[in-house]
């Protein structure tokens, strides 16, 4: 890997640790329990429009690792990595199509992000019963989704080329 990749590794990484200590920081006050910005997302979406494909999923897992490490357990990771994988294909699949803006590619983001988290919860503490909570976390993924995809569609329009 050339050093100016590592370089573009490591600035985005340590941006989504700096974005996820913040979001951290922000006193629960939703409505949903457990919902977040989804900050760290801006990264993986930029990542997906401006390093390709493999680099956005590089990226993902290694944040993933490291905020569960920091600021997590082993059950954090665990939903984290299921959301982020879920997130990730969704994301894919969309920006693919070339049916979605970067708004539109993250709300899919957003929204496969809790289906997966549901997922693995309801796994987890074996239970289908955590199934009425979906329609809460879809809503919550959806306006997440639209708040990252304008924030990470306005750095892929001001970013020049294909790279960082």
Known sequence: MAGKRVAQYGLLVALALVLSYIEAQIPAFFVVPGMKLGLTNVVVLVALYRMGSKDALILNL???LLVAFTFGNTFSMLYSLAGGFFSYLAMLAGKKSKAFSAVGVSVLGGVAHNIGQILVAMAVLETGKLVYYLPFLLVSGLAAGVLTGVLGGQ?????????L
Do not use: D
């Open 62 to 64: 290694v944040r993933i």
């Open 155 to 163: 750095l892929i329009r001001r970013l020049p080329g294909r790279s």
